[in-house]
């Protein structure tokens, strides 16, 4: 048997980052929230300490705030209108995640471009064409690349 | 061929490394460390390549006149997003393996091969994005390992995979058990753990930390990631391997790079030589 002190040291260093390291965070918050029924949208700055409101600007970590009924007009199956929509995402937590949407996205019928803003979580996503997608179809596309759409801003 | 029963030593050797990883099968995707699984995997019709490279040095033959074995190791990886949370992983590990020995005892020996093809199923059955950024995630795989070093064997494994992501940090944690039902006779140089007759189970933990930038903005496409990680590699015949895997890695939209160095931690081997160290480098390229 050999064993490496040393390392074995290491190891122990190692193993407190991974203990640690989800716990640590920077200050930054893990979890979406939705508001009261009805209640404003906002976006909620939190890792920064940045005040909630409308006009806060979004920050890594961000935590999307949204109301019952934006969560519920992601599920709307009526096409959508406009040549572009903005799509909140949670789950955004990678390049290779960004690329994911990008493909799975694209796939829609309707969807003309996407532009992945990994900092807000937001995703602008292009519309034309006579066949538009409705909110559940951009809402699948989304789940499909393993991502959760909180809310759809027109 | 040789088994014997779960031993103390490994039952320890599995508190000992509640934190660690191994040498999976590497099917990988966004935020992972080179040897760790992670549940993440492309969206249904992308396909990852993923070459790697690894140069690992073994030393003495534990029964034989072998003083030192090195392995070159070309990985072919691709893994294929087939249909919402499902993907398939094939690899192919094409080897190089240098035997060192004395004059005396009849010399070296170095011989290349295409040994195994490895077929990784992954199922993604749970998520929770809890924020813009942060995730859980857990993923079962299953495979088989079409093993041709001697004679044509699939050894079975299955496994489960953790993940999760909260800002700049990341966790993978990973078990996986292969059945071998073939496999090579123990106590030669140029095996490596799974290569004989024994089963083994890999428990593989890694901490990745991104380092730059420090918040991703509108025009973000691309991220550096430290990785730590833990292997250990443990045989029902006994055999024991904990190793510590510092690393780096570049994640882009499209192409990413990763090197890690693997060294070991500590060893209960009676079947193999022991790992002095290993070198890979590799790359991700998202089509």
New interface residues.
């Given amino acids: 048997m050999t064993t490496y002190t040393k390392l074995t040291a290491a190891m122990v260093v190692a193993g407190a980052m991974m203990v640690g390291g989800c716990a640590g965070g920077g200050g930054q918050v893990g979890r979406a929230e939705v508001a009261g029924a009805g209640g404003a949208t906002t976006g909620a700055g939190a890792g920064a300490g940045a005040g909630a409101g409308a006009e806060a600007k979004p920050t890594e970590g961000v935590v999307h705030s949204v109301s019952a009924k934006d969560l519920a007009e992601t599920h709307s199956t009526t096409a959508l209108e406009g040549d572009e929509v903005t799509l909140w995402v949670n789950g955004l937590g990678c390049p290779q995640c960004a690329t994911n949407i990008d493909k799975a996205l694209e796939n829609v019928r309707g969807v003309t471009s996407v532009q992945v803003d990994l900092g807000a979580g937001k995703v602008l996503v292009g519309l034309g064409g006579r066949s538009r997608p409705s909110p559940h179809d951009l809402s699948e596309a989304v789940k499909d690349a393993a991502l959760t759409l909180v809310k759809i801003e027109k | 061929m040789k088994r014997s029963g779960v031993s103390q030593r490994m039952l320890l050797s599995v508190v000992a490394g ?2 660690a990883v191994g040498v999976g099968e590497r099917v990988s ?3 992972e460390a080179m040897y760790t699984n992670a549940a ?7 396909l990852m390549f993923r070459p790697q490279a690894f140069v690992s040095q073994y030393g003495a033959d534990p029964d034989g006149p072998s003083t030192r074995t090195t392995f070159y190791t070309m990985d072919l990886g691709v893994q294929i997003g087939l249909a ?2 499902w993907s398939l992983n094939i690899q192919a590990p094409l080897e190089y393996v240098d035997t060192n020995a004395p004059l005396a005892a009849g010399g070296g020996d170095h011989e290349v091969a295409v040994e195994s093809v490895d077929f990784t199923f992954k199922h ?1 059955f749970f ?1 929770e ?7 859980m ?1 857990a993923a079962v795989i299953f495979g088989g390992r079409v093993d041709t070093k001697d004679g044509v064997n699939v050894d079975p494994h299955v496994g489960v995979v953790f993940t ?8 993978n944690l990973e078990a996986d058990y292969m059945m071998t039902t073939g496999g090579i006779e123990d106590r030669l140089a140029n095996i490596q753990g799974g290569d004989g007759t024994a089963d083994l189970f890999r428990f593989n ?1 890694s ?1 990745v ?1 991104r380092f730059w930038p ?5 025009t ?4 550096w990631y430290v990785t ?3 292997n250990t590699l443990m045989e029902t015949n006994g055999d024991t391997e ?1 190793r ?1 895997s ?1 690393g780096i890695m570049y ?4 192409v ?1 790079f990763e090197a890690m160095l693997q ?7 009676d079947q193999r030589p ?1 790992l002095d160290w290993s070198v890979g480098m590799g790359l991700r390229i ?1 089509f």
């Fill in positions: 509640v934190a995707f966004g935020q993440t995997m492309p969206v249904a019709g992308a919402l949370a993604r998520m994005n809890n924020g813009t950024i942060d995730t995630r999760k992501v909260h800002g700049l940090h990341g966790v933990a901490y930390y420090e918040t991703f903005t509108s973000s496409t691309g991220a730590a990680e833990l904990l510590w510092p994640e882009g939209r499209v990413s060294l070991p931690v500590a060893n209960w081997l022991e998202l």
